[in-house]
């Protein structure tokens, strides 16, 4: 006879989150080592079995534990470590090298464990050293990065010991499913996708669908935007954060099932976040009677395969069914009628990544941060002409000029900033001149961009603008799934035009005509891709016109 | 054919009773044989139940699958944004006129298959390359001859 | 009902009625090119754009709302408009005055409408070549606009899953499985893409210069039949309401044409029951192979060879009526008028593109020692053979069949329509089994546009299980009744079956016309409307009858005597019945 009681009592979030800590505590030293796509591409793996190899030849595994962890965020410098020995200041280290790890290792941990200075004496460590002093990492806000780089993505216990599952356990045991989808509402999180649309409104339209047979949750982990990559350090660095918010919005909604839909392109993602449900299912996370509570629910995870145009909706539930993943038009809204046809609510992977620190710090909390109309926090991967290129979290309402020259360290010196794309193909330019503007939903759209999902690229002097505009059609064009004429065929028409304008060869008449063609894709498309594909055309044209007048033929023949 | 060897059925008795299983069945068997053939894609519908039709569709919807098999070494050049503004179109040229095809193509001696992928998501490292899920980052058009002569003399010393 | 207002035009319509639809109640068309009433909306062309509120809606799909405000014309809107159309022509050839559905393209029509006058957009043209391959139904993807009404019809409606979506962006390509061409798909030839397509990108396979050609040759001896269903719909084409019986003018026409005798397929429809209800009853009576198909419509034919191999025994071995006649006309008739039978060519006048195929289909087509049809056109491409001959068609006078091959029943006319070679078959099944004649001539229980139409009927005590299905995509389930019942060893749920591939039968067969009637809604071509006109068309054909059953043709009567000997018989079995055999989905 199975003892349940027993069983509860091993899978405990508090007993496994006692010992956790406790057996971290023992520990004297703990060397972080970035083990997410970038730094594992730049060799990360090799440097942590020498990080092992050194520790075993000098008998310090009891003292010094290695930590494989998520995304730190300054991808640009990678693979990056950073040595936490107890009573002395965290060092970062950048760029390292099998050289430099050894270097690290002896002469300044094993000597750090002895004696009490707090500084890299050694001149060849020197050049490594990052400082964590630097606007990079003070100017941040890490709410949904908060164990991103802290903790082992691969082990559950981690995540419980740093106050996992509290949120979930909170929910679960002392809250309605109405009292959590009003705490989400009040604490005004939007969508993280690009859309905004009010998280807790979803939730609560989702909610009013009653559960017949089945309800679906599904998380939208189709990041396609090219130069963005906050959902794979999310999933990469904090699977957990994700599926637990997806817990917590299932048990609001009402839901019975869950899906991850994820880019075949992650596989590291996807590892990791099939490692973590394995976890949850062993620790009766996910399953039946969850905590003990009537509560049950279990989620599957599908692949995407290559489609850009899968991060809408629709064209996501398409994608799972195993059809082309092709938008349709809306309503009925997935709320109402969605995967298989039945009620479906569709979340971005950083939008759940909120919801447990919103239930555990209490919506005020969350909205203490942002704009009125923007709360909480943003992640971005900052790319582009930039010196600290590389994954970023700020407060909404920080501005793009704190972002870009305090926390990116600015453009690369002999250059100078021309302005900042955001919301990649579906978004606008942010000029030189606007810099100053407050990252928010309402003040992105007012100039022609998007908030989008996060990618910030910034473009120095030396960009074309009308090669920009291009870059981005050309992406979409080839996204776009050609189901609808107007994204079909205009979108193909434009980037004629606009290469005969590079070119060289276009005429005023050419111009014209591309800002034709723009309205009615703008208009007459049938989902998002479609619509806001001229954005990067329209909002070159609006601040950088010149450059494309500068390049007609006319008055020049 | 044999049921036994036979991917297509194998794989579709595996996904059959599973819901939203054809896309995970085709990245099933291209991860075995790195490409989805015809009589793959027959197996796979008749054992799945799907009609051939919609298994094409579905094929030749996504990017990620591909209907003939490709080099023994895939070359992905990300076309990302960061790749992009890094200088990677530069790359990507030297890639097609060193090997002399042009992207989604292999070569005749079926070695390497070029391809464009859209951000693999190392930013950071721009302009990056993958060949075989090996990633090169902070490529440079010098650097291409190099790679290039490295799976090269792999392929020389695994035959 | 919900109320709301388009264009400050007060509107009641039921609820979920679209925007698009309930403007129609207000004579507002906006127009569209892929909205069709048979497929769900697939919101492609984006041509029927309306504001609600200030926003941009497609009005095809999107639900009235009690309350709404819809603007569908506005001057924004019809720039709008007008640009996207101007897309959709980049990507279109200008090719109208060559193509074969000029004067009746609903791009072309809309084109007009719209006052498109120039384009100043660069022409973006498929290169891709035409699929021919069937010889029934020709693909030309330089003229598609992807709007994916056949690819719906085919797959949803249908259920034959040949066309679909190759590609995507602006390369996506309507065609078979990874490009395969038709001839090598699970394409039945039903024509219900080329029914709904709305431009020329799917059109019939052209025989009319062939007939021509036999025409013109006097060496030969050519005689024509029409099917029953030619007959209440050619008129569309020369301004007659839908559903016109024009049977004398066109036998009329024929004539002027040059055909030599003028048969008609009624006839052999009447040739046909007596086969098969003769059948019907042999099978029904020693229970073998029941339930009993069948096999008039060899879109049906192809179907079940293909996709339920394991029924092939169920079907009729009955050939379909125009074979039937074709086989006759070189054997019997040659015979009786004294021709060489070499040189006897026959002329199928249907409005089937499947019956194109179908005279290929196997050596059991040749019978008669010779191919028994020797040339299919359907019924659009009689109407162009007849305009181009410069045939004042409206004011024909009517003429007579000839004789003896063009005698029939009401019975044999009825043959066009869902349920009329059930009702056809059950009255002679009737007058075999019982000697006596039935007391009503109408099953209404299987008449009309219902997917699958079951009815029990009394003869004499016994019951015979009878399912009309309209539409060989509704197929699916009665075929899983049966086979589950043959796997347990029960009793079948049906005893006869009656299958057309084509919603409604043959009256809306993939190759009638597709024209609008100038009192009629748009869209062109087909619809339920026009389903239920050329219906009644018919039915009102069988009830005027004088002769209402085949087994009371006179013709039939004499040619069983003279020359075939019983039905069922050697002689019938050589001349009117064919053999099925399994075939692929898919060819390499």
């Known amino acids: 006879m199975v003892d349940m009681e027993e069983i509860r009592k091993k899978f405990d979030i508090h007993n496994i989150a006692k010992n956790k800590l406790a057996e971290i505590e023992k520990y004297k030293c703990s060397i972080y080592c970035c083990h997410s796509t970038g730094c594992k591409s730049s060799g990360s793996d090799d440097l942590i079995s020498l990080i092992q190899?050194?520790?075993?030849?000098?008998?310090?595994?009891?003292?010094?534990?290695?930590?494989?962890?998520?995304?730190?965020?300054?991808?640009?410098?990678?693979?990056?470590?950073?040595?936490?020995?107890?009573?002395?200041?965290?060092?970062?280290?950048?760029?390292?090298?099998?050289?430099?790890?050894?270097?690290?290792?002896?002469?300044?941990?094993?000597?750090?464990?002895?004696?009490?200075?707090?500084?890299?004496?050694?001149?060849t460590l020197k050049p490594y050293v990052l400082s964590l002093d630097l606007p990079f990492f003070t100017k941040q806000e890490k709410v949904v990065l908060k164990n991103a780089g802290h903790i082992d993505p691969e082990d559950i216990s981690e995540y419980i010991a740093h106050g996992g599952y509290l949120a979930l356990e909170k929910a679960l045991k002392t809250m309605t499913p109405g009292q959590v989808v009003e705490e989400i509402k009040k604490s005004g999180l939007r969508g993280r996708g690009g859309g905004g649309f009010s998280t807790g409104m979803k939730w609560e339209l989702a909610a009013k669908v009653p559960t017949v047979d089945e309800k679906f949750i599904i998380c939208n982990g189709d990041e396609g935007d090219p130069g963005a990559y906050m959902d794979r350090s999310i999933l990469e660095g904090d699977p957990h954060a994700v599926i637990e918010g997806m817990m917590i919005a299932a048990y609001a909604i009402g839901a019975t099932a869950?899906?991850?839909?994820?880019?075949?392109?992650?596989?590291?993602?996807?590892?990791?976040?099939?490692?973590?449900?394995?976890?949850?299912?062993?620790?009766?996370?996910?399953?039946?009677?969850?905590?003990?509570?009537?509560?049950?629910?279990?989620?599957?995870?599908r692949l995407g395969a290559g489609a850009f145009v899968c991060g809408e909706e629709t064209a996501l539930i398409h994608s799972i069914e195993g059809a082309r993943g092709t938008p349709r038009p809306r309503p009925p809204y997935p709320t109402n009628k969605g995967l298989w046809g039945k009620p479906s609510c569709v979340n971005n992977v950083e939008t759940l990544a909120n919801v447990s620190k919103i239930l555990l710090k209490g919506a005020d909390w969350f909205a203490s941060f942002g704009t009125a109309?923007?709360?909480?926090?943003?992640?971005?991967?900052l790319t582009g002409q930039v010196e600290h290129s590389g994954l970023i979290e700020v407060p909404m309402g920080t501005t793009i000029n704190e972002i870009v020259n305090e926390i990116g360290g600015g453009v690369p010196e002999g250059k100078t900033l021309k302005a900042v794309q955001s919301g990649g193909p579906s978004g606008g330019l942010i000029p030189v001149q606007l810099m100053d503007m407050p990252v928010c939903y309402e003040e992105l759209k007012k100039i022609g961009s998007i908030m989008g999902s996060g990618g910030l690229i910034v473009i120095d002097d030396s960009s074309d603008m009308v090669s920009l505009a291009k870059f981005y059609l050309d992406f979409t064009v080839d996204e776009s799934c050609g189901k609808c004429a107007p994204c079909r065929i205009g979108g193909r028409q434009m980037l004629l035009l606009l290469d005969k304008i590079n070119r060289g060869r276009g005429k005023k008449k050419d111009l014209e005509l591309l800002k034709q063609i723009a309205k009615a894709m703008q208009k007459a498309s049938l989902c998002g891709l479609g619509q806001t594909a001229p954005n990067p055309v329209l909002s070159t044209l609006r601040f950088y016109e010149e450059e494309y007048t500068n390049k007609l033929l006319d008055g020049k023949e | 054919m044999d049921r036994e060897t036979c991917l297509g059925c194998q794989t579709g008795d595996k996904w059959r009773k599973k819901r939203g299983s054809l896309i995970m069945a085709l990245h099933e068997i291209q991860g075995v044989k790195g490409y989805v053939g015809w009589q793959d894609a027959m197996d796979l519908a008749k054992t799945m139940n799907v009609p051939l039709a919609r298994v094409y569709e579905v094929l030749t919807f996504y990017n990620f699958f591909k209907l003939v098999t490709p080099g023994k070494a895939v070359i992905s050049v990300c076309t990302g944004t960061a790749c992009f503004l890094k200088g990677n179109d530069k790359v990507l040229e030297k890639f097609k006129s060193e090997l002399g095809i042009k992207e989604g193509e292999s070569t005749p001696d079926g070695l390497f298959h070029l391809q464009v992928v859209r951000c693999v998501g190392c930013c950071g490292l721009a302009p990056v390359c993958v060949v075989n899920g090996k990633t090169y980052g902070r490529m440079t058009p010098e650097q291409v001859p190099v790679i290039l002569n490295e799976w090269r003399e792999a392929f020389k010393k695994e035959a | 009902m919900v109320k709301l207002k388009i264009d400050n035009i007060e509107v009641e319509v039921a609820p979920d009625t679209s925007i698009l639809d309930a403007a129609r109640t207000v004579q507002i068309n906006i127009p569209t090119l892929c909205k069709h009433p048979d497929v769900d909306p697939s919101a492609g062309c984006g041509m029927c754009i309306v504001k609600v509120g200030g926003r941009i809606m497609r009005s095809c799909c999107t639900p009235v709302s009690e309350g709404m405000e819809v603007i569908t014309n506005d001057e924004e809107l019809k720039e709008i408009r007008k640009m996207v159309l101007k897309l959709i022509l980049s990507n279109h050839p200008n090719d109208c005055l060559n193509c074969s559905r000029s004067n009746q393209c609903e791009l072309q029509d809309i084109t007009a409408e719209l006052g498109i006058d120039q384009n100043e957009i660069v022409k973006l043209v498929s290169q891709e070549p035409k699929d021919d391959t069937t010889g029934a139904i020709v693909l030309d993807p330089s003229k598609c606009i992807v709007c994916g009404r056949c690819v719906n019809i085919c797959q949803n409606v249908q259920n034959v899953w040949a066309l679909s979506y190759l590609r995507r962006g602006f390369v996506t390509k309507i065609t078979g499985a990874n490009d395969t061409k038709l001839a090598n798909s699970p394409c039945i030839k039903c024509g219900q893409c080329v029914a709904h397509c709305p431009t020329g990108a799917i059109t019939d396979y052209d025989n009319t210069r062939r007939v021509s050609a036999l025409l013109n040759n006097k060496k030969n001896i050519t005689v024509v039949q029409i099917a029953p269903a030619v007959r209440v719909a050619l008129g569309e084409e020369f301004g007659f309401d839908f559903g016109s019986n024009l049977t004398g003018k066109i036998y009329a026409a024929l004539r002027r044409l040059g055909f030599a005798k003028v048969f008609d397929t009624n006839f052999a429809a009447d040739l046909t029951?007596?086969?098969?209800?003769?059948?019907?009853?042999?099978?029904?009576?020693?229970?073998?192979?029941?339930?009993?198909?069948?096999?008039?419509?060899?879109?049906?034919?192809?179907?079940?060879?293909?996709?339920?191999?394991?029924?092939?025994?169920?079907?009729?071995?009955?050939?379909?009526?125009?074979?039937?006649?074709?086989?006759?006309?070189?054997?019997?008739?040659?015979?009786?008028?004294?021709?060489?039978?070499?040189?006897?060519?026959v002329v199928s006048v249907m409005p089937c593109t499947a019956k194109k195929w179908e005279i290929g289909r196997d050596e059991t087509m040749n019978s008669s020692g010779y191919k028994d049809v020797d040339e299919v056109i359907t019924t659009r491409e009689l109407a162009k053979m007849i305009k181009a001959a410069g045939i004042d068609f409206k004011h024909l006078k009517e003429e007579e069949a000839d004789s003896p091959l063009g005698e029939y029943s009401g019975a044999g006319t009825i043959f066009g329509v869902t349920g009329g070679v059930m009702t056809a078959a059950l009255r002679t099944a009737y007058f075999y089994i019982t000697g006596e004649e039935l007391g009503k001539l109408n099953f209404e229980a299987i008449e009309g546009l219902k997917a699958v139409k079951a009815a029990e009927i009394d003869i004499k005590g016994t019951k015979v299980r009878i399912a009309v299905v309209n539409g060989v995509g509704n197929v699916a389930p009665v075929m899983e009744a049966i086979n589950k019942a043959k796997s347990e060893g029960s009793e079948p749920p049906y005893h006869f079956i009656e299958v057309m591939a084509c919603p409604g039968g043959c009256i809306a067969g993939g190759g009638q016309p597709r024209v609008?009637?100038?009192?009629?809604?748009?869209?062109?071509?087909?619809?339920?409307?026009?389903r239920k006109l050329r219906s009644k068309g018919l039915y009102n054909e069988d009830v005027e009858a004088q002769n209402r059953l085949s087994h009371k043709n006179e013709s039939i009567k004499k040619l069983y005597a003279d020359y075939l000997g019983k039905a069922g018989g050697e002689k019938a079995h050589h001349l009117l019945h064919t053999k099925y055999r399994e075939r692929d989905l898919y060819k390499k």
């Open chain 3, 516 to 530: 609008m009637g100038a009192t009629f809604d748009k869209p062109w071509g087909i619809n339920n409307e026009i």
């Open chain 3, 273 to 345: 029951i007596i086969e098969e209800a003769s059948e019907f009853v042999e099978r029904f009576t020693k229970n073998d192979n029941i339930p009993m198909f069948t096999s008039c419509c060899p879109a049906w034919v192809d179907y079940v060879e293909k996709y339920y191999p394991e029924n092939l025994a169920n079907l009729s071995s009955c050939k379909s009526p125009h074979q039937m006649l074709g086989a006759i006309a070189k054997t019997y008739w040659a015979e009786k008028a004294g021709v060489d039978a070499s040189k006897v060519k």
């Open chain 1, 258 to 301: 869950g899906w991850f839909y994820v880019r075949a392109e992650y596989p590291l993602a996807v590892e990791r976040l099939q490692k973590a449900l394995q976890d949850c299912r062993r620790h009766l996370l996910l399953g039946k009677n969850i905590m003990g509570t009537d509560f049950s629910f279990n989620i599957d995870i």
């Open chain 1, 373 to 381: 109309t923007s709360k909480g926090t943003k992640v971005f991967a």
């Open chain 1, 53 to 123: 190899k050194v520790l075993e030849e000098n008998n310090l595994t009891d003292d010094v534990r290695v930590v494989a962890t998520g995304c730190m965020g300054l991808c640009a410098h990678g693979p990056l470590i950073r040595v936490e020995i107890k009573g002395k200041k965290d060092i970062l280290f950048k760029r390292v090298d099998l050289e430099a790890t050894r270097a690290i290792m002896e002469k300044y941990v094993i000597p750090g464990l002895k004696n009490d200075g707090d500084m890299v004496t050694d001149e």
